[in-house]
């Protein structure tokens, strides 16, 4: 066979045609300018669509905008009905009545009935370790009727209706039974709620656009919408998440008008975004996060508590808060095992924290036997990086042998999770960021869990704080103060952590961008466009 | 020549099962794992071993291996760990953007990179030669994301003539969707114009040398038509080639221009199926990208038939 450039060019144009047609099948384009349809870019991509099974911050919030939960939060963390109308429980307090709302509808056109929720809550409590504690206390979960469920207790556990509220990922979505039957740690595949938007799977591009529109069968609360709590009204006809993985790029589309709200801009880039008269820079989050220095108690040389004692006392929290965030008015010192500002942290116990290098170089001397202490960080994350190194920096000033090992996100999590010793691939210290909602209160904070290998990667044992936290989940609330106190001061005695201060990350919208909720995620609902 | 394509195209299936076997054991020995990712920063290590059960992960290398090529052979290239869809699906989304952007960077590369190097050929030492010279030295010295950024600020955002980032699909006018590619396509160009420019510059001048060249002179033939009707055609071999090449080496360009300019194509898919360790994708994207690179190799040996009459397969 000869090929004639005539030929070739012929058969060149006919590819070109080929393509113009194929261009129909794929997704369509990233709306530039459209009307009432509120452009985002999150803070990461949506990479699955179940909720239970990923407890990660996306698929939270992606949960947060298509379901509803029984019960919500205001900003103060207190407890309100959302698609429940409310509890009531016995006078024995061993069983809790919920009714739904009437009205509620999911996605597809179904009733929501208390069946749906029985199975969704089973599932959620077979994944979120609250859940688990709550399922540990009930006797049996049941409907009632079409709009009741109940809960038997085995015992009085007065954190039920705050366990049906949590923010913190998992969180127990409702969703339809046949859903919700699915095994709880493989991924649902249909995203069907009865939040106040609808997803529209057809025009999800995983790791590029995520797409919901405004679910006209939903029924808001009468309340003003506070946090996850109160009327979910919604004000546009669209939401659209633009995952944009260069800051710079997202930065420049904010500014350039096409997107309108940037969830994390970066914080190296946020005066320029300050500097733009078009742009609001203010946290939806006021609390924001909090990073935390994780010891392996099970390897040398933080398996010995003088060890971490000496780091705990070294540390500078001003050190690692100017490494990770660098503006003042972004972060502050707070010495608690939990978020300054909220009700539970007392500082119990944090004198212990007093930045005192010399005497933690003192203390370190006695303890340390020359042991290679292992730091794996995820340079992905630039804020843990950043707290790494200043660790890093701390640990050789103190004579300590110290490797940090970069690597990415998912090498790193996958190290954190090795029991071995450092010379077989174990690690020695890793740091970790909390929001407010991981830490909220001793039944979720799970750098307080001291029940060994059962637990969050470090695996401290220490049956006497394992004991205050039980005490703490069944107390009535007047003593529940006192408990936390204690708690506290056991965390800065034992040391399962360090706490390394908290910072605020703002996020970014345009000024046409208004109604935005204060809440520890952000919320869609209550967005108006100008 | 029917044959020889035949021939080819039966030789890359060993090819394909290598690439296949090779990524497959990478993936398998490599640190990582999807359901730590899944699970969370804050799982226990009891929940991780729970989804590795349910995605069998916890299944020996051979039984892993044997169900990913009993599914190969079924053209069946396994859905995503995380999204549960479809890798077939997730290709044909993002396959769009990445073609449209490498075709475009193609022919500006050829359309720009072939007249300015046969032009510094003719006008070797000269003002224009120079000019290439600096062109070229600025193509292969700033990085492609350099470019990008440069590009973004004045054209997008002081000038506003084009769109920051995103993608349009042609199905959607022809306007939309280049007006989105422009940038891209400048930026991931620069570098294939700078090699393009040099190998066409040093091929004509080679062939300006030649004999045959003075002959034509000597007749009375006239420039233009010996730098394009003679020296052009026969310095084509090796600019097919390198053309050829730098198909692959744009592979690996798209990835920065698509993250820089936020388009949905192959590249990012594969960056992060990589990061969140997605099996199925990165096995599903390198099976296609080494496909089209067996692909564009035959293309460009059959070009050398077009261009050079002497070759016949």
Redesign the interface.
């Known amino acids: 066979?000869?090929?004639?450039?005539r030929a070739?060019l012929a058969g060149s144009a006919m590819a070109?045609g080929a393509?113009?047609g194929?261009?129909?099948?794929?997704?369509?384009?990233?709306a530039?300018t459209k009307k009432n349809v509120l452009r985002v870019v999150p803070a990461s991509?949506l990479?699955?669509?179940d909720p239970v099974?990923?407890?990660?911050q996306p698929v939270r919030n992606h949960g947060y905008q298509i379901y509803d939960t029984l019960f919500g939060m205001n900003t103060r963390f207190e407890v309100k009905p959302q698609m429940a109308e409310g509890a009531e429980q016995s006078a024995d307090g061993l069983t809790w009545t919920i009714r739904l709302r009437d009205g509620l509808k999911f996605h597809d056109g179904e009733k929501v009935l208390a069946r749906d929720c029985v199975a969704s809550l089973k599932r959620w409590g077979a994944?979120d370790?609250l859940g688990q504690t709550i399922f540990g206390l009930t006797d049996e979960l049941r409907a009632v009727d079409d709009r009741t469920l109940e809960f038997r207790l085995k015992s009085r556990f007065g954190l039920l209706t705050k366990g049906l509220a949590k923010i913190g990922?998992p969180a127990p979505f409702i969703m339809p039974e046949r859903i919700a039957q699915t095994?709880?740690?493989?991924?649902i595949?249909e995203a069907i709620g009865s939040g106040p938007f609808r997803f529209l799977a057809d025009e999800?591009?995983?790791?590029?656009?995520a797409v919901y529109a405004k679910f006209d069968g939903y029924v808001p609360r009468d309340e003003a919408p506070d946090c996850t709590s109160g009327g979910k009204m919604v004000h546009v006809d669209r939401l659209e998440w633009?995952?944009?993985?260069?800051a710079?790029?997202?930065t420049?589309?904010l500014?350039?008008g096409?997107v309108d709200w940037y969830h994390g801009p970066d914080l190296t880039l946020l005066p320029l975004l300050s500097q733009d008269p078009a742009i609001n820079t203010e946290a939806y989050d006021d609390l924001g996060y909090m990073t935390v220095i994780r010891f392996n108690h099970l390897q040398p040389p933080f398996d010995r508590l003088e060890m971490r004692r000496a780091i705990q006392m070294a540390v500078n929290q001003v050190d690692y808060l100017q490494a990770q965030v660098g503006m003042p008015d972004l972060y502050k010192e707070c010495r608690s095992a939990f978020f300054c500002g909220t009700t539970m942290s007392t500082g119990a116990g944090s004198e212990v924290m007093a930045a005192n290098f010399e005497k933690a170089k003192a203390l370190l001397k006695s303890s340390y036997k020359g042991e290679k202490v292992a730091i794996p960080t995820a340079t992905?994350l630039s804020w843990l990086h950043a707290a790494s190194l200043v660790t890093e920096d701390l640990l050789k000033r103190m004579g300590v042998n110290v490797e940090l090992q970069a690597?990415?996100?998912?090498?790193f999590?996958?190290?954190?999770?090795s029991m071995e010793p450092v010379d077989k691939g174990g690690w020695s210290i890793f740091h970790?960021?909390f929001s407010v909602t991981?830490i909220l209160d001793p039944s979720t904070h799970?750098g307080l869990r001291a029940n060994g290998?059962?637990?969050?990667?470090g695996w401290p044992t220490d049956p006497v704080i394992e004991q205050l936290r039980d005490e703490w989940m069944t107390a009535d609330p007047q003593d529940q103060g006192a408990i936390v106190r204690k708690i506290e001061a056991r965390a800065f005695e034992t040391v399962p952590f360090v706490p390394l201060g908290q910072f605020q990350t703002p996020s970014a919208r345009r000024r046409t961008v208004t109604g935005m909720l204060k809440a520890p995620l952000p919320l869609a609902w209550n967005i108006k466009l100008a | 020549?029917?044959a020889f394509i035949i021939r080819r195209l039966l030789g890359a299936i060993p090819v394909v099962v290598l690439v296949a076997l090779i990524i497959f054991c990478l993936l398998y020995f490599a640190?990582?794992?999807?359901a730590?990712?899944?699970?969370?920063?804050?799982?226990?290590?009891?929940?991780?071993d729970?989804?590795r059960?349910?995605l069998g992960l916890d299944q020996p290398f051979h039984v892993r291996l044997g169900i990913f090529l009993l599914n190969l052979v079924k053209g069946d290239l396994g859905t995503?760990i995380?999204?549960?869809?479809p890798v077939t699906h997730?290709i044909?989304?993002?396959?769009?953007?990445t073609?449209?952007l490498g075709?475009l960077t193609v022919l500006l590369s050829v359309v720009v990179a072939v007249p300015l190097g046969a032009l510094a050929a003719w006008r070797a030492r000269r003002a224009v030669d120079r000019l290439a010279l600096v062109v070229s030295v600025l193509g292969f010295s700033v990085p492609v994301f350099v470019v990008g950024?440069l590009l973004?600020?004045v054209f997008?955002?002081k000038l506003?003539w084009f769109?920051?980032?995103?993608?349009?699909?042609?199905?959607?006018g022809v306007g939309?969707?280049l007006s989105n590619l422009v940038l891209p396509t400048l930026s991931l160009g620069m570098v294939y114009i700078a090699l393009i420019t040099r190998i066409t510059r040093a091929g004509v001048l080679e062939v300006l040398s030649q004999d045959y060249i003075r002959t034509a002179r000597a007749k009375g033939m006239g420039d233009r038509v010996i730098i394009w009707r003679h020296a052009l055609r026969n310095a084509a071999v090796p600019i097919a080639t390198v053309v050829g090449i730098g198909v692959a080496l744009l592979l690996g360009g798209v990835v920065v221009t698509e993250?820089?300019?936020?388009i949905?194509g192959v590249g990012?898919?594969l960056v992060?199926a990589?990061?969140?360790?997605?099996y199925p994708i990165i096995q599903g994207v390198i099976l296609l990208l080494a496909g089209i690179y067996i692909i564009v190799n035959l293309c460009v040996d059959?070009?050398y038939?077009?261009f050079d009459p002497r070759i016949r397969y």
């Open positions: 066979m000869t090929v004639t450039r070739f070109a393509l113009a194929s261009a129909g099948l794929s997704a369509p384009a990233i530039q991509n990479s699955g669509i099974v990923t407890s990660g994944r370790p990922g095994d709880p740690s493989v991924s595949k999800w591009v995983p790791g590029s656009r633009h995952v944009i993985p260069d710079a790029t997202a420049a589309a500014q350039r096409e992905d690597m990415d996100l998912g090498t999590y996958k190290r954190r999770t970790a960021g991981d799970l290998k059962q637990t969050w990667p | 020549m029917l640190p990582g794992d999807p730590t990712i899944i699970a969370g920063d804050l799982a226990t290590p009891e929940e991780i729970r989804i059960v349910a995503s995380f999204s549960n869809l997730l044909a989304q993002r396959l769009e953007p073609f449209s075709v950024y973004i600020w997008a955002i506003a769109p920051v980032q995103g993608y349009t699909p042609l199905s959607h939309p969707w993250t820089v300019f936020a949905p990012r898919l992060d990589i990061l969140r360790r997605d059959i070009s038939a077009i």
